[in-house]
């Protein structure tokens, strides 16, 4: 596995993206709708930030916003076989929020443990 992005919970997810990709000198590279959310990934070089807008006042990113003014709301790990991932998860005794593989932007298959059983820290598996 190989770190693939950070997300970023905002308010404006494109007004984000601009700032962005003048301070890191990076560029937009995706922008989509996605399960009640804009997500917006800037390439870094070094893997993605992924920023994470709520369209509506429902789901967990509405929710973190609720309770925080944005942030980094997850660290994603790219792996050729989720269901892999998760079973050595589950083989350490790591929570997981999501038993089997579901959807995730940019058409790849994710997966998240619980923060919990890892330091604090939201982390998604990615199938590339």
Not at 36 to 65: Q, W
Not at 77 to 93: I, K, P
Request: a negative charge; aromatic letters at 8%.
């Amino acid at each position: 596995m190989h770190f693939d992005h950070a997300g970023i919970a905002t308010t404006d997810a494109d007004d984000l993206a601009s700032l962005y990709v003048d301070l890191l000198d990076a560029e937009r590279v995706h922008r989509e709708e996605f399960d009640g959310m804009l997500v917006v990934f800037i390439e870094t070089g070094d893997g993605y930030l992924e920023l994470l807008e709520p369209l509506g006042d429902e789901g967990a990113i509405a929710k973190y916003l609720q309770d925080r003014d944005g942030g980094i709301h997850h660290v994603a790990y790219a792996t050729d076989d989720v269901e892999a991932a998760l079973a050595n998860a589950r083989d350490l005794g790591v929570d997981l929020i999501d038993e089997e593989p579901r959807p995730g932007a940019w058409g790849h298959d994710v997966a998240f443990c619980h923060p919990k059983s890892t330091g604090g820290v939201l982390v998604e598996f990615v199938e590339h």
